[in-house]
């Protein structure tokens, strides 16, 4: 399975180091990411705000599961645009 988390602060950390004990999981994207998630997560150059490119990203690497935990891109509908491809998500949608 290919999780995809979206932010690069301590809480997206925290949850990477929770998912890698998961042995089902094969890939974890983190996007952006930083210097010391690199170590548990594959880092990605893409901004949390940016919806379009997350989506496209999620899509062209068939990931399985997204976790969204930043305030920007929850109220920016991301939830919503990676559940619109069928990428379910953890996460409230922009409603």
Request: include cysteine; hydrophobic fraction near 45%; glycine fraction near 12%.
């Amino acid at each position: 399975m290919k999780v995809l988390v979206v932010g690069g602060g301590g809480r997206e950390h925290a949850i990477i180091k929770k998912l890698k004990e998961n042995k089902s999981i094969t890939e974890i994207y983190a996007l952006p990411g930083n210097g010391g998630i690199a170590v548990d997560a594959t880092c990605v150059a893409i901004g949390a705000k940016d919806i379009e490119k997350i989506t496209e990203f999620a899509r062209e690497n068939a990931v399985d599961y997204a976790v969204v935990a930043p305030d920007d891109p929850l109220v920016l509908g991301a939830v919503d645009a990676l559940n619109a491809v069928g990428i379910p998500c953890f996460g409230p949608n922009k409603a």
